[in-house]
């Protein structure tokens, strides 16, 4: 556990970040943000996991998203 206190993701999950980055903009403006077709076309939290899950360069792409708006550098939450 030592290695995941400066990880900001840690104990977070895929479900919580996408809902929190709706929460945040909206379907529409996180279409604008990170350009994945999950959040553009007919977008759901749960097809969204769906894709999420097996993509894993999408959701290493929402993941940095989610740390950059949420997380200051230093790994606390603004």
């Known amino acids: ?3 995941q206190k400066n990880n900001p993701l840690h104990g977070v999950t ?3 970040i996408v809902e929190e980055l709706v929460a945040q903009f ?3 403006e996180l279409g604008k943000k990170i ?3 999950c959040f553009i076309q007919n977008p759901s939290v ?3 996991l769906t894709f999420l899950r097996k ?3 999408a959701r290493e ?3 940095k998203y989610y740390v950059w708006t949420f997380f200051k550098q ?3 939450r603004k």
């Open 55 to 57: 993509t894993d360069w």
């Open 14 to 16: 895929l479900k919580t």
């Open 61 to 63: 792409k929402v993941e």
């Open 26 to 28: 909206g379907w529409e």
């Open 74 to 76: 230093d790994g606390t």
């Open 46 to 48: 749960k097809s969204s």
């Open 35 to 37: 350009k994945i077709k």
């Open 1 to 3: 556990m030592e290695s």
